[in-house]
């Protein structure tokens, strides 16, 4: 009885933390929404250099893009690596849970508008990936959101697969977005049901884990328990992971029950340096923290508008290797 009250009371404090936290304020009596219902609102990106999918809670995946409903990974990964041909760099965005397609397009714009203001010299390619972090009733959302981020994180695996590994990519996820780039490059466990455990476990096996030459992630507020990083695998010579985690986001706090809720490690530092960095940083990856507080806002384009991020979170993400790196 006492597990339910709490989760009760995480449930509910994510519902009433929504607005705070940028997400749509909705009758708690309400069902869900589900996003790939706003997919009808999804146009293929109207500039060049930017391709957008959406993989569904099946791991199921379809381009946004005119006339390309019936294409393949292989045919599709390989537009987007022809768009890298020239040694540009691609990004992948990566939205979190409760949000409409549309929000997340103006996201993602805001996202590319800022790293070629911000990086004018650099050569960027863009694939924007869209799932379903359900839209609605955060109280409703939450948990199957949860379910659902992993398995979108297999979709991109087999995307990833089919990419040239000479590309260099750089990830820019937020919030939940941060379990669908950790499911996709490593074997994190559902912890659901046992019968969705078993089921997601044997579909990890039948997708080979994605090999590159050049990777950083970036995370934004991630809505992680530090122990989905316990099974990490190297992708790269040199992963570089990059937290930025803020103490003061209210939706990640949930009421103090963010342990409970699944979302700690997005605004507590001394998880990412007890827990997360000793894991990272004592193989082939380099792993550091940028200080994201002084906001209570978990909306994704207010974080992509902080100080920190435009400078010290974005320079680690897209800057030149730094002797550090470099050398290890």
Not at 113 to 119: A, D, E, F, I, N
Not at 120 to 139: I, N, Q, S
Not at 240 to 268: E, F, M, P, T, Y
Request: glycine share 8%.
């Amino acid at each position: 009885m006492r597990n339910r009250v709490h989760k009760f009371c995480v449930v509910l404090t994510l519902a009433l933390t929504a607005a705070s936290g940028g997400c749509t304020a909705i009758s708690l009596g309400n069902s869900p929404s589900k996003f790939n219902v706003g997919m009808k609102d999804l146009r293929p990106a109207s500039e060049p250099l930017v391709t957008r999918v959406f993989i569904t809670p099946g791991g199921e995946w379809r381009p946004v893009e005119a006339g390309s409903q019936d294409c393949d990974e292989e045919s599709f990964s390989r537009r987007v690596s022809r768009d890298c041909e020239d040694g540009r760099t691609l990004i992948v965005l990566i939205h979190g849970f409760n949000i409409s397609g549309p929000e997340a397009c103006r996201a993602y714009k805001l996202a590319r508008l800022q790293v070629r203001q911000l990086h004018p010299a650099g050569r960027f390619a863009f694939l924007e990936v869209y799932w379903d972090g359900l839209y609605g009733d955060p109280m409703a959302c939450w948990p199957e959101a949860m379910v659902n981020s992993k398995w979108t994180g297999l979709g991109l695996r087999a995307l990833m697969n089919e990419l040239d590994p000479r590309i260099p990519v750089r990830v820019l996820t937020h919030s939940r977005g941060a379990a669908v780039i950790c499911s996709a490059l490593w074997n994190i466990p559902m912890r659901g049901k046992a019968g969705e455990d078993r089921r997601y476990e044997e579909a990890q096996k039948a997708i080979a884990l994605p090999l590159l030459q050049d990777l950083r992630i970036g995370l934004l507020a991630p809505a992680l328990r530090p122990v989905e990083f316990e099974s990490y695998v190297p992708t790269s010579p040199v992963d570089r992971i990059i937290l930025g985690i803020n103490s003061d986001d209210v939706a990640l706090k949930a009421g103090g029950l963010s342990w409970l809720a699944g979302c700690s490690l997005g605004h507590r530092p001394d998880l990412f340096e007890k827990e997360v960095a000793p894991i990272l940083n004592r193989g082939r990856a380099v792993a550091r923290m940028v200080d994201l507080s002084g906001s209570e806002f978990h909306s994704f384009e207010d974080y992509l508008l902080r100080d920190e991020f435009e400078g010290d979170f974005l320079r680690q993400l897209l800057g030149e290797r730094s002797a550090e790196i470099a050398g290890r």
